[in-house]
T-cell receptor, first 111, second 114 residues
Framework: SQKIEQNSEALNIQEGKTATLTCNYT??????LQWYRQDPGRGPVFLLLIRENEKEKRKERLKVTFDTTLKQSLFHITASQPADSATYLCALRSNDYKLSFGAGTTVTVRA | SAVISQKPSRDICQRGTSLTIQCQVDSQVTMMFWYRQQPGQSLTLIAT?????????ESGFVIDKFPISRPNLTFSTLTVSNMSPEDSSIYLCSIDGSSYNEQFFGPGTRLTVL
């Protein structure tokens, strides 16, 4: 069956450090992979997209890698700030139009 | 980007009743999506609503339990029928961005069924 797995444990890090989140998938052939941020009581907000033929994407302090051989994406938040505290979701879009989401990893950045 | 609003933002309902959730978008869109997010779980797609046709439901979701309306290109409703405590969840509507590279989500409706 198809499965998307993210870090099951919440991530607690010190301000200024790098947070690294993992997204692993099985039985998917995604056209691309997306990362979203979700704050409590709000809907997810799109952050980054990386395509199957791209190895790495950056946006400000965010970096995403995509390894289709390992079936894994890594999401890095560098120079983390307390405002980065949120739940981060990975999502796969296959060749149809539907998105499938992981359960998310909650990040808490301590000042 | 898009502005998506949902009503109500939250509700507490009794078992056996029904609740209709509204989703309003500030632009015309072909497809609107309805998701459920149970506590600690991922977002699960319930159905895709196209204007002028019947909604397409995902495996495990049926029209009798989750009837959807799509009367125009900016609005949709999802009804949660004959509710049980297992229906307690956050319900979200979303649309695709213009390039289909991202989805925009509403703020969600937090439903608690007693």
């Amino acid at each position: 069956s198809q499965k998307i797995e993210q870090n099951s444990e919440a991530l607690n890090i010190q301000e200024g450090k790098t947070a690294t989140l993992t997204c692993n998938y099985t039985n998917y052939s995604p056209a691309y992979l997306q990362w979203y941020r979700q704050d409590p009581g709000r809907g997810p907000v799109f952050l980054l997209l990386i395509r199957e033929n791209e190895k790495e994407k950056r946006k400000e302090r965010l970096k995403v890698t995509f390894d289709t051989t390992l079936k894994q994406s890594l999401f890095h938040i560098t120079a983390s700030q307390p405002a980065d505290s949120a739940t981060y979701l990975c999502a796969l879009r296959s060749n149809d139009y539907k998105l499938s989401f992981g359960a998310g990893t909650t990040v808490t950045v301590r000042a | 980007s898009a502005v998506i609003s949902q009503k109500p933002s939250r509700d507490i309902c009794q078992r056996g009743t029904s609740l209709t959730i509204q989703c309003q978008v500030d632009s015309q869109v072909t497809m609107m999506f309805w998701y459920r997010q149970q506590p600690g779980q991922s977002l699960t797609l319930i159905a895709t609503a196209n204007q002028g046709s019947e909604a397409t439901y995902e495996s495990g979701f049926v029209i009798d339990k989750f009837p959807i309306s799509r009367p125009n290109l900016t609005f949709s409703t999802l009804t949660v029928s004959n509710m049980s405590p297992e229906d307690s969840s956050i319900y979200l509507c979303s649309i695709d961005g213009s390039s289909y590279n991202e989805q925009f989500f509403g703020p969600g409706t937090r439903l608690t069924v007693l």
